[in-house]
């Protein structure tokens, strides 16, 4: 269980701020708990969602040494590549909605090294690939920023000064 103060992912939404758990009546008049978060990168927004949510994944934000762990494997992670362009949307939307930063790394390193690669035989890549890397690159970004303490515009310059060479 999270508590108040806790900064959490929550789903596509990204990093949020538990601002307070409540308890509210729900149809007969049982009570149900519930966060309240306020996601850090929107602004006006607030989220109720039940403290025994199972549909949206939430977990609290990493720690900076398991950010710097991340960072340092960069190199070593897999960019396996699936020609099928229906197969891999559907893999790489799995690998965006389940949250996790190995995951989300795993996808954004795939599709820049597939650009690479496409851009030196003079092509273009997929406007999907594309959305999925910017929406991996979002969340990855807002995350890292929140733990490193920076904007997620600095999160990119970031990651390239501490990758080992």
Known sequence: MFKIDDYIMYGMTGVCKVLDITNEKITNGVQKEYYV?????????????????????????????????????????????????KMRSEQ???????????????????????????KSLGKKSHQADDNMMKEAERLLNEEFATVLNISPDEV?????SHIPQ
């Open 92 to 118: 790489f939307k799995v690998m965006l909605r389940s949250g996790k930063c190995e995951e989300l790394l795993k996808l954004i390193r795939s599709i820049y090294c597939n650009k690479e690669h496409i």
């Open 156 to 160: 990119t310059s970031y990651i390239s």
């Open 37 to 85: 978060l306020s996601p850090l990168y929107s602004n006006n927004t607030i989220i109720k969602i039940p403290v025994d949510n199972k549909k949206v994944p939430m977990r609290k934000i990493l720690s900076e040494v398991t950010v710097a762990s991340l960072i340092n494997d960069i190199p070593n992670m897999d960019t396996s590549w699936i020609d099928n362009e």
